[in-house]
Antibody
Framework: LLVQSGGGVVQPGESLTLSCEASGFVFATYGAHWVRQVPGKGLEWVSFIYHDGSYKYYSDSVKGRFTVSRDSSKNTVYLEMNNLRAEDTAMYYC?????????????????WGQGTLVSVSS | IVLTQSPDTLSLSPGDRANLSCRATQSLSSVRLAWYQQRPGQPPRLLIYGATNRATGTPNRFTGSGSGPDFTLTISRLEPEDFAVYYCQLYGSFWTFGQGTELEIK
């Protein structure tokens, strides 16, 4: 199970940190992604962190403003979002890769959090 | 790489066969292609990874096929719960989703 927290309403330029806590498995064995979705629209990949935290990737739209991290002791992955913009408004999902330790490039994402809504508005 | 799904909307009846297409702008390894189903108000659900491998719990009526750049998700006999939005995804060292195909009841 992945349980997300940390969403909310903020003003442009403000910051927010999302959390994604895993239970029932060792999250540090799997890569983790953040994906967002504007209500009524499609899925947009946001960020990825390796199972061991050694590599991190970001979409061009968030690079330099968002930071992904993980704490294996808490079985949790985070997304720190700074300098938020109106266009960052979306439902944010965390997701776990299907295959451990990036075997076969991770095999997509087989477990998703419930989503947390981020709204950026003045 | 851009993934383009077709059609945008597919109108079929329960019991019909559905073929959903996903085309990449360049050839890619089939090991890196996944399909997801998303029902309203729910997160996406992984159906197929590696282009052809059913994820745990995916019914046998869902079949993935194809190789770069053209991939297909076939639902052999539509059940009422299959009417949803479907996304293909490229993953690996670059991640992107197709725009989605809405499968609606005719």
């Amino acid at each position: 199970l992945l349980v997300q927290s940390g969403g909310g309403v903020v003003q442009p330029g403000e910051s927010l940190t999302l959390s994604c806590e895993a239970s029932g498995f060792v999250f540090a064995t799997y890569g983790a992604h953040w994906v967002r979705q504007v209500p009524g629209k499609g899925l947009e990949w946001v960020s990825f962190i390796y199972h061991d935290g050694s590599y991190k990737y970001y979409s061009d739209s968030v690079k330099g403003r968002f930071t992904v991290s993980r704490d294996s002791s808490k079985n949790t992955v985070y997304l720190e979002m700074n300098n938020l913009r109106a266009e960052d408004t979306a439902m944010y999902y965390c997701a776990k890769e299907t295959l451990a330790r990036r075997v076969y490039y991770g095999g997509g994402t087989d477990l998703w959090g419930q989503g947390t809504l981020v709204s950026v508005s003045s | 790489i851009v993934l383009t799904q077709s059609p945008d909307t597919l109108s079929l009846s329960p019991g019909d066969r559905a073929n959903l297409s996903c085309r990449a702008t360049q050839s890619l390894s089939s090991v890196r292609l996944a399909w997801y189903q998303q029902r309203p108000g729910q997160p996406p659900r992984l159906l197929i990874y590696g282009a052809t491998n059913r994820a745990t719990g995916t019914p046998n009526r869902f079949t993935g096929s194809g190789s770069g750049p053209d991939f297909t998700l076939t639902i052999s006999r539509l059940e009422p719960e299959d009417f949803a939005v479907y996304y293909c995804q490229l993953y690996g060292s670059f991640w992107t989703f197709g725009q989605g195909t809405e499968l609606e009841i005719k």
